[in-house]
């Protein structure tokens, strides 16, 4: 096989196999609500409490004692918990330099066979 139907094979497999773990859905707490471990209220989970749920967190609070607690540390920080980004992970920087990565590639590719 040439090595332009082996890479070629090969970015499908991934682009296949990323399109299939976005497809998956991730997993939830048992549990719908939760009690806040500080002023133990009932309180239904939202994405910070999943998140938090799936990196294995054994105390959740809720949205009023979390606003608390972030207006209790200080100026710097708070600008590092509040600047992680969404609760469904990072800036998509990998993506971009991955897309600027193929794009010439692609490019390439379709030069060879034309």
Known sequence: MAPETIFG???IVVAVVTLVAKLVP????PEKFFKCSRCHTLTRHNNRT???????????FCQACHANWLRSRP??????FSSRGSASGGSGCLG?????????LGGMLLWAYA
């Open 9 to 11: 094979i090969a970015v």
């Open 50 to 60: 999943i998140e938090a749920w799936r990196n294995g967190k054994p105390k959740f």
């Open 26 to 29: 991730k997993r939830q707490p």
């Open 75 to 80: 100026p710097q920080e708070r600008e590092l």
């Open 96 to 104: 971009v330099v991955v897309l600027f990565t193929l794009l010439p």
